[in-house]
């Protein structure tokens, strides 16, 4: 099945050709200028294949609510032009094929869990933490939706108590996930870029920390089965056994199930998908638009 | 349709029989001693009456996968010869009648849910805050199973500064919501009881502050339409607009839906079904297993 795939993001647009497995066989790159100038690009480059179907994993926030007048809408971004954008309706009516939207980790979620590291499971969790921090929840098979989607990034979390800027950076909540644990907030704690912060540096316990609390939260609210950090800042492999153990401290022995216990290095990974979990995913959501 | 629903507790074992409807037109009460002792005569109650299912709200942890070989034990619990014990294939065989099981507050999620304070909605959070904190969620739809079941009373929380016991009072977290915020705690840390407590004391402040942590993370973890909030504590009625205001400040108008900016009072709720959500959701489940 040929299917089209954008990625929208804040600074560019990635529109890619593929199938329902994921294979990609075309790619284009576009900067996220205003509406009027990037939409009409991508609907060009689009229109050049014989796609059966559109996947886009947009930035958020999104209007996913099927029922909802602005359904597949961009809603309160301050990205100037991208405010109640209708790029869902406007790129299915120019295109003329069945197009389906999440956002672009829920994109990510959907991907690792139908090919990548969550394959065979029924629940995960997949999180970016980069220059921002987001998620994408998969809970009985299927992308979690509700008032909105999940914005897993603003949790408010127990502070380290080594911690010198404990409040975090985001300017919307004290003491969030995001605030505490994105990319940038190496550089306003330590002053110094988390690519440049020494391994044996407190930075990186209480990073590590931080998304253990995480961790800890996805096993007891959404009770995942396998949780799946990618982004930046996860670049730092190191990260990824410094997590699992202080996320089995925090447990502490209360969830007492095997797959916790005996297999953490298998609930805390990497993408299985590397850095194309957004890419299949809009594929992955064009297939499914396809086929209804 | 003739349902029974067993509401299976560590010092009570309430059976009741009903319909798919939620009525109820007989009940009886056990206490919870050994197994061998308690079962007979629960065997002994339901099958005095022509029930075409029986669902169960259980204590937890339980076993809820499917395909499991011990699905429908209770697991890993203290109670005296309860942990690892076969309640639901014990009723089944003994009843002879198809039965479901989930945690005594998946039950009333699920009751909240189809007959309650989220009737009509996708999503909510049912959770009880009394002498422990625990939640069942339901997401698009369905009750959220995964690794075992949400075990939502363990999140750990960002500390009120003027809380003299920030680590609370959990014997296995430190900082958890159980641990700060369920009945008890109000004994240990003010040496007075919730009850006793005069509602302008800084310990109901407190309070509010964690519960409006839990709705914060319900809405951007879950996004949850609906955080329904039962038990003990929520008796204290003033708590709600107290949990509503801390709710919005703590999320600074980062989710920028209606319900939340303008309807809160809808989304935090007390119980629809007053004290009968336990045994209406397992009526419910009594229900779903007799229509498979």
Chains 1, 2 share one sequence.
Not at 17 to 26: A, C, F, L, Q, R
Not at 53 to 59: R, S, V
């Amino acid at each position: 099945m040929l299917l089209g795939a954008l990625e929208a993001g804040g600074t560019k647009m990635v529109a890619s050709i593929g199938d329902e497995h994921g294979k990609i066989i075309d790619r284009a790159s576009f900067p996220t200028l205003s509406p009027s100038e990037t939409m009409p690009a991508l609907i060009a480059y689009f229109k050049q294949h014989a796609i059966e179907g559109l996947g886009i994993a947009c930035f958020g926030p999104l209007d996913l609510n099927h029922d909802s007048d602005t359904y597949g809408y961009i809603t309160t971004t301050p990205k100037q032009g991208w405010g109640n954008y209708p790029i869902l309706p406007e790129l299915c009516s120019a295109l003329g094929v069945p197009t389906e939207i999440d956002t672009d980790v829920g994109a990510a979620a959907l991907a690792e869990f139908e090919l990548g590291a969550a394959k065979g499971l029924g629940s995960c969790l997949y999180m970016t933490v980069g220059t921002g921090v987001g998620g994408g929840v998969i809970a009985n098979g299927a992308l979690v939706h509700g008032l909105v989607h999940p914005e897993v990034g603003h949790i408010l979390l127990k502070p380290h108590p080594k911690d010198p800027t404990p409040n975090g950076f985001c300017p919307f909540h004290e003491g969030c996930l995001e605030g505490l644990a994105m990319g940038p907030s190496f550089d306003k704690r330590w002053g110094i870029s988390s690519k440049d912060l020494p391994t044996d540096h407190i930075g990186w316990e209480i990073e590590a920390y931080y998304l253990a609390q995480l961790c800890e939260m996805a096993i007891v609210v959404l009770s995942s089965e396998c949780i799946i950090l990618g982004g930046g800042v996860m670049q730092q492999k190191f990260l990824f056994p410094m997590i699992r153990e202080q996320t089995l401290k925090l447990l502490n022995g209360y969830v007492a199930h095997d797959r916790v216990l005996n297999h953490i290095d298998q609930m805390i990974v990497e993408p299985g998908l590397g850095i194309h979990s957004g890419v299949t995913g809009a594929l992955l959501l064009g297939a499914h638009a396809a086929r209804k």
